[in-house]
Structure formats: C-alpha cells, structure tokens
C-alpha cells in the first residue's frame, strides 16, 4: 500500500503563488507517473499536471506557462509550483501515483488540499 501526503495549500491572492508537495511511501516499487488533479465545486475532476518516470511533463492547457512539475525521485516527491494564480484555479488538488510493486500496478491518490483564489 502507497501513503500519500499532500501540504501547500491555502488561500492566495489572484496573481499570487502556492507550491504543492505529494510525498509518497510505503510499498513504493517502482513509480511510472506521479501527477496532480483538481475538482472545482459543481465540476468534474480534470488533470492539471503529470511527469512520467523518464521526465517528460504534461499539463492542462489553463495552466501553461503558469504551473510546473517536477519530482524528487530520492525522496518519492511531486511538487507543483504554481504562479500567477487566478479565482478558476481555486479547487481541491490531489496528488496522484502510478505504480508497480512486485508485478502488481497501482494507483494511489491523496486526500486532497484546497486552494483558494480569493481577494
């Protein structure tokens, strides 16, 4: 079993910056892809950033240019800087973990963390 903790979140001013940290332990194995969701109220859950094992990054086109991921493979941590942050970017964020682990693939998902845009 994957633990994943999540911390960074808060309340921001439009136009400000948060840094987003998942640290993942447990049964680890092999880790494939390490990413970050998010779940506005009343909307579904969409993708906002993902870095596979060889390093490569995808991100959601809202949040180009203003997001970036990147992973401690040492310490099996994702983080997520994000600036210039906007009121559309308030959601809760959850850390996501693929994975294999003798054979056996996984995905792991944290609690989540709010992030509140907000004058």
């Known amino acids: 079993q994957v633990q994943l903790v999540e911390s960074g979140g808060g309340l921001v001013q439009p136009g400000g910056s948060l840094r987003l940290s998942c640290a993942a332990s447990g049964s680890i194995g092999s880790i494939k892809s390490m990413g970050w969701y998010r779940q506005a109220p009343g909307k579904q859950r969409e993708l906002v950033a993902a870095?596979?094992?060889?390093?490569?990054?995808n991100y959601a086109d809202s949040v180009k240019g203003r997001f970036t991921i990147s992973r401690d493979n040492a310490k099996n941590t994702v983080y997520l800087q994000m600036n210039s942050l906007k009121p559309e970017d308030t959601a809760v964020y959850c850390c996501n973990v693929n994975g294999n682990y003798y054979g056996l693939g996984y995905a792991s998902w944290g609690p989540g963390t709010q992030v509140t845009v907000s004058s």
């Open positions: 870095i596979i094992s060889g390093g490569s990054t």
